[in-house]
């Protein structure tokens, strides 16, 4: 097929040249989905990109969309940035690969909805992790002699909140004297 070439103005193959550029980016790109390009090729179909030859710029228009998603693991989505993992994102595709529609794909927005709530969903759960950590940090800094292995009544340290016997009393008593007459 000959086409008026942009540059020269001429008819050429500039437009095969072109497509072939695309074809072999798409090829390149694809592994960067790893396990996930199955689904990824899905969703870009879902935009209607076939006949490939004739829809190869726009096919590799939407893989790098998908790849710079995948890399940033985040979007935006009405003026807010919403964090994702790539499992999130994986699961927003599959839901959407699933899903039958009688129209293309315009645009990413059912994506996004759909990660919307994947995001939101990760970002409690984080947070209820960063929670369970903090009061596991909390515990450890409270009672430390649990993490040496000490357990109530197998050390001299005594349980918390418990006043200690006169015995224990006596006892830190003469070991203080004895710590007082070594120094002298």
Known sequence: MKFNCPHCG????????????????????????????????G???????????????KFRILLEEMKGLFESESFRYQKRLYR????????????IIHRNFSDRL?????????????AEREAQEASKQAERDLRKKEDRLQYPYREMGATQGSTDIPPVNEPLTPEQIEEN????????????
Do not use: W
């Open 84 to 95: 994702i993992s790539q499992a999130g994102i994986a699961e927003a595709l599959n839901i």
């Open 10 to 41: 001429k008819e050429c193959d500039y437009m095969e040249i072109q497509g072939d550029k695309d074809l072999m980016a798409i090829i390149r790109m694809v592994p960067a989905f790893g396990r996930h390009s199955n689904l990824v090729m």
């Open 173 to 184: 008593r003469r070991k203080i004297q004895d710590i007082i007459k070594l120094l002298d």
């Open 106 to 118: 315009e645009s990413h927005n059912y994506l996004k909805k759909i990660m919307i709530t994947i």
């Open 43 to 57: 969703y870009c179909y879902l935009f209607g990109i076939s006949p490939m030859k004739l829809k190869a710029k």
